[in-house]
Structures are given as structure tokens and as C-alpha cells.
């Protein structure tokens, strides 16, 4: 579209975003988070992710084929750090 420029990630200052964010420490620290609650295990043992699976099979949905946005974010995360 003419006049609309393509989006970019930024940071909140004072109601405006601006190009030049720093999300290093804030990357690393969720980063540091998700690995931990992953520890020894995958991401469907989690309280969270049990419960929403629970909720779907109450529906009548199949979990493991319409997974939570946190589940599958989780689950990308763990396989990344497997190939590692």
C-alpha cells in the first residue's frame, strides 16, 4: 500500500516505538526460563499446557492437532535446543 511503511521491531518509550530496541538481555533471560521449565522434560508435562489439552479433549478436539500458541512455541524451542 502506498504510504504505509513495513512494520518493525522496536521498544515503547513514552507511547512511541522506536527501531532500536535492545531485546539481547530480555531474549536471554526468557530464553533462560523456558529451558528451565523444560528441564528433564517436554513441554506437554507442563500445568499449563495439560490444562488447555484437557479443554480441547473436552470439546471434543484433538489436542496434539490444534496446540496452544505457548505449546508450540514451547515445543520448537526444546526440538531447537535438541539439534544443538
Known amino acids: 500500500?502506498?504510504?504505509?511503511?513495513?512494520?518493525?521491531?522496536?521498544?515503547?518509550?513514552?507511547?512511541r516505538v522506536g527501531p532500536d530496541a535492545d531485546v539481547a538481555e530480555?531474549?536471554?533471560?526468557?530464553?533462560?526460563?523456558?529451558?528451565?521449565?523444560?528441564?528433564?522434560?517436554?513441554?506437554?508435562?507442563?500445568p499449563e499446557i495439560q490444562a488447555w489439552r484437557r479443554a480441547f479433549g473436552r470439546?471434543?478436539?484433538?489436542?496434539?492437532?490444534?496446540?496452544?500458541?505457548s505449546e508450540s512455541l514451547l515445543r520448537r524451542f526444546r526440538k531447537d535446543r535438541e539439534r544443538e
Do not use: F, I, N
Open 59 to 69: 470439546l471434543g478436539l484433538k489436542p496434539t492437532q490444534y496446540r496452544c500458541a
Open 1 to 15: 500500500m502506498a504510504g504505509v511503511s513495513a512494520p518493525r521491531a522496536g521498544r515503547a518509550v513514552r507511547g
Open 26 to 46: 530480555r531474549v536471554s533471560r526468557y530464553t533462560a526460563v523456558a529451558g528451565d521449565r523444560l528441564a528433564g522434560r517436554v513441554e506437554s508435562e507442563l
